[in-house]
């Protein structure tokens, strides 16, 4: 979903841009945010990304100068969320530390 622009941005002349995703538990989205918060946008200047989780939703919210710019953000951003979302799946839901068992066999 787009986010709707602010007069201050609007002024500067400043794009946004905002994702809400949803997943099944808040591990999940933890998850999620910690794999993707690495990613640093490699131009210095002209975008701002932030990556926030409230409950079981990532939210994501660009800033950015041009339209181009955010857009090879944006897309960039997509490809890394469906390799997690594909990498979480192909493993299962997450299992707590707290239910994690250890067998060991004596020989």
């Known amino acids: 979903m787009a986010a709707p622009c602010t007069e201050n941005n609007h002024k500067q002349g400043k794009l946004e841009f905002a994702l809400d995703v949803p997943f099944p538990s808040s591990r999940e989205a933890s998850i999620a945010l910690q794999s993707l918060s690495p990613d640093r946008e490699p131009r210095k200047g002209g975008i701002s ?59």
Do not use: N, Y
Request: hydrophobic share 40%; net charge negative.
């Open 49 to 107: 990304k932030e990556l926030t989780v409230s409950g079981s939703t990532l939210s994501v919210r660009w800033r950015a100068d041009e339209a181009r710019i955010l857009r090879v953000s944006v897309g960039s951003f997509m490809d890394h969320l469906s390799l997690v979302m594909e990498t979480m799946e192909a493993f299962g839901p997450p299992v707590s530390v707290t239910t994690q068992t250890f067998c060991s066999t004596m020989t």
